[in-house]
């Protein structure tokens, strides 16, 4: 299991996401409203833990300009190109093979403001299968568990990535 980092629910990043969703359902955002709804106050979107990356250090899509940096070397090292792997461009690791295949979210709690939530990741299962154009494709999953102050679980997400045996061709 990876060290967890922090990531902070609020109001205003909720109504953002919300927002940038083109969702119009009052619950993400008006206050008076929500109070008076049986939820009893204003909630995160079913995918809003999905934003954590932008509290997480080490995710290696987070941007060129890396605010702030990776807090180890291993995460910097991570996100350098080297060899065969610099035809993928951009500055990152070679994605030309990299698929993400699912996302699932299971609530166990709804994410409210002011939560302060602690994610942790770890690797979950693994598996291989014969692909019609990508060859062998690998998938994993990833598993990350987002924890409240008094380490209560809230969300648990896992993220299925695929990575293809050849470079699919147009």
Known sequence: MTDG??????LT?????ASALGETNRIYYDEEYAEGTSLGGVIAPPTFSIASAHWNP???LRGVRRIPGPTSESAAAASKPS???KRGGGGGPNLTRVLH??????????LVPGMVLTAT???????????RRGG????SEVITEYRDE????????TSVGIVTGQVVGG
Do not use: C
Request: net charge neutral; glycine share 10%; proline share 6%.
């Open 5 to 10: 980092f922090r990531f902070p629910v609020d």
């Open 58 to 60: 080490n995710y290696f």
């Open 121 to 131: 990741t770890r690797p979950g299962k693994s598996w291989e299968k014969q692909g």
């Open 136 to 139: 062998q494709m690998r998938f």
């Open 101 to 110: 295949g699912e996302q699932r979210f299971e609530y166990h709690r709804p």
């Open 83 to 85: 060899g065969e792997e």
């Open 150 to 157: 008094a380490g209560e679980r809230i969300v648990t997400e």
């Open 13 to 17: 990043s909720i109504m953002l996401f």
